[in-house]
């Protein structure tokens, strides 16, 4: 059965031969910043913040898994799974988003539903990501790994550590067609990374 391209981020799988810890990093978040979803990769800003990663080969901070924030709105605090946006919260407060940078964290997510699809012979290769449209309901995210941009690429963010074909017949496990679910580790992570942020 073709894959139906329905991207919902990365979303942690394990960690390397354990089960994942689900380790949550607080990290900052600008009042002005705009909207980052649950299994976004994110980037450290120069102010010490974070921000939805643009696609490149810009090293990345973690996966965002949520956020706790006083909202503008109900004027009190919330935890959501994404955060919406700038005028989302009460000015003069603090918005503390949440991290996943363990170094040895995989991720399961979505190839891209164009050109071919990974194959196994890519399990090794680095490969980057694209940023898709959030769903502001559920609050996860549309990215996806680009299988456009596999490569031995050092400074890719993502490396290939599987390629997930069970259960047979389920959505993303059809490795004939493009669209296939991926298993990925970082690569170009801060807490790997010799490449300081200023």
């Known amino acids: 059965m073709s894959n139906t391209f329905a991207p919902f981020g990365f979303s942690q799988h394990r960690g390397t031969g354990s089960a994942p810890t689900y380790e949550q990093t607080p990290r900052s978040i600008a009042l002005t910043a705009g909207a980052i979803y649950a299994g976004d990769p994110v980037t ?38 994404y955060w919406p946006g700038s005028g989302s919260a009460l000015a003069n407060t603090t918005v503390t988003g949440y991290v996943i940078n363990d ?17 196994a012979t890519d399990v090794g290769a680095n490969i980057n990501f694209a940023i898709g449209t959030g769903n502001a309901l559920n609050g996860l995210s549309g990215a996806y790994a680009n299988q456009a941009t596999i490569a031995t690429t050092a400074t890719l ?17 059809d490795s004939a067609s493009n669209g296939n679910w991926i298993v990925v580790a970082f690569n170009n992570v801060d807490t790997k990374s010799l490449t300081g942020i200023v």
């Open 44 to 81: 450290s800003q120069a102010d010490g913040t974070i921000a939805q990663s643009v696609a490149g080969t810009t090293q990345i901070a973690g996966i965002f898994v949520g956020c706790e924030y006083v909202s503008a709105t109900l004027n009190r605090k919330v935890w959501s799974p």
């Open 103 to 119: 170094p040895n964290a995989q991720f399961l997510c979505q190839s891209g539903n164009a050109g071919s699809p990974v194959a």
């Open 157 to 173: 963010p993502f490396r290939i550590v599987a390629v997930v074909t069970a259960p047979p017949g389920s959505n993303g496990t």
